[in-house]
């Protein structure tokens, strides 16, 4: 059996990407795995890791080079270079891009580009801001065709009630069912 090829793209929720690079591992092993940056993300140090540092674990894991421009991204969808995309961490700003059809960055191009072709885009969402003025741009997401969420909720509703975060473990399950085009439920934990 071929093994299903699946962009994974990361945007800046760098405190999230410690969550995000055991599922990339245990996900390389089922697909070919081809991996996506956000500009910001590829080339953002922080007190989360150097950039060079992620590209290079993401590059090992997958023995792909890292796509970090809209240049690189581009010919996704008019190659049908994909069967899925995983967007995760999902920043509020992308989310928010996605949601109203801006294309400006590597990833938010990635996502445009693959759902030409009418295949799924995953979404697993990281933002401070989910419960306020992305609340919106989320249930914009929920609505789309092609568009399917990892469960997500509050992570920190004492110190940070608008924010939100998916169950990153849950970002393979979730994307059988968006391969089948299907929404896993309950999608709100």
């Known amino acids: 059996m071929e093994r299903k090829s699946i962009g994974f ?3 800046g929720s760098f405190c999230t990407f410690g969550k995000i690079f055991p599922v990339i591992e245990q996900m390389s092993v089922e697909y070919d795995i081809t991996p ?4 910001i993300s590829a080339n953002t140090d922080t ?11 993401l ?3 997958t023995g792909k080079a890292v796509l970090e421009t809209a240049k690189e991204v581009e010919p996704i969808g008019p190659k049908k270079l994909l069967d899925a995309l995983i967007v ?7 989310i928010a891009k996605i949601a109203n059809g801006i294309a400006d960055t590597s990833v938010t191009l990635a996502v445009k580009s693959h759902l030409r072709n009418k295949r799924p885009v995953v979404i697993a969402v ?7 003025n992305n609340a919106k741009n989320i249930g914009l997401l929920l609505n789309m065709k092609n568009i399917y969420l990892v469960p997500f909720g509050q992570d920190d509703c004492k110190e940070k009630q608008n ?3 998916s169950d990153m473990s849950r970002i393979d399950e979730t994307l059988k069912y968006a391969l089948e085009g299907k929404q896993i439920q309950p999608v709100l934990i």
């Open 163 to 165: 924010s939100l975060i």
């Open 47 to 57: 007190r989360f890791g150097r950039s060079s540092e992620h590209k290079l674990r």
């Open 36 to 39: 996506i940056m956000s500009e």
């Open 9 to 11: 793209a990361l945007t």
């Open 126 to 132: 990281s933002t401070n801001d989910g419960l306020g």
């Open 88 to 94: 995760a961490p999902c920043t509020g700003n992308s």
């Open 59 to 61: 590059e090992n894991i």
